[in-house]
């Protein structure tokens, strides 16, 4: 998964605590998508971000939870208050376009809570 | 509400045989298919896609068929390899967004 950067890889917070989560996107890729994956669950989507702009929030929890992605810096998602079921995998992806483009995933952030 | 399944958790195939994993979606606004192999502890890596214009692509040893009336997607990879061992996702995106919608996934177990 050479290309789509994460980090940390691994993230251990304790309840009520901030999670930040970071994402570099392929070169010349300007389309960031972030998914979750509980356990024993498949990957659901979460937010669709294009340079400054918030394209797609429709999986994301009203709560706690926001995204970004400036246009200088990685994009970042963040949780606020965590609390035990945001324990998951988050993972990143970017694309070329969002149109008939594969999305390319990092390796993801395993996110534990105390 | 899955829109997207794989009804098989699980396929156990001998090596240099052909692997067939199947997924079925619902949703008839799906425009472009995707398959992804993972392993533990990494991101799921692309292996081939599909338009809705198509009904098969080709990418080496692994072929997706798509079968729009009936809502189908196969892949096949022939000959199957030990190293191909690993959890096989299929997803669905809708064009507005792109926003991929994936299967449970299908542990794939090539023996040698």
Known sequence: NAGVMQNPRHLVRRRGQEARLRCSPMKGHSHVYWYRQLPEEGLKFMVYLQKENIIDESGMPK???SAEFPKE?????RIQQVVRG????YFCASSRDRFNQPQHFGDGTRLSIL | DQQVKQNSPSLSVQEGRISILNCDY???MFDYFLWYKKYPAEGPTFLISISSIKDKNEDGR???FLNKSAKHLSLH???SQPGDSAVYF????EGSTGKLIFGQG???QVKP
Do not use: Y
């Open chain 1, 86 to 89: 945001d324990s998951a995998a």
């Open chain 2, 62 to 64: 692994f072929t997706v």
């Open chain 2, 26 to 28: 619902t949703n008839s």
């Open chain 2, 90 to 93: 299929c997803a669905a995106s």
């Open chain 2, 106 to 108: 299908t542990t794939l």
């Open chain 2, 77 to 79: 990879i022939v000959p």
């Open chain 1, 73 to 77: 810096g990685p994009s970042i998602l």
């Open chain 1, 63 to 65: 709560e706690r939870f």
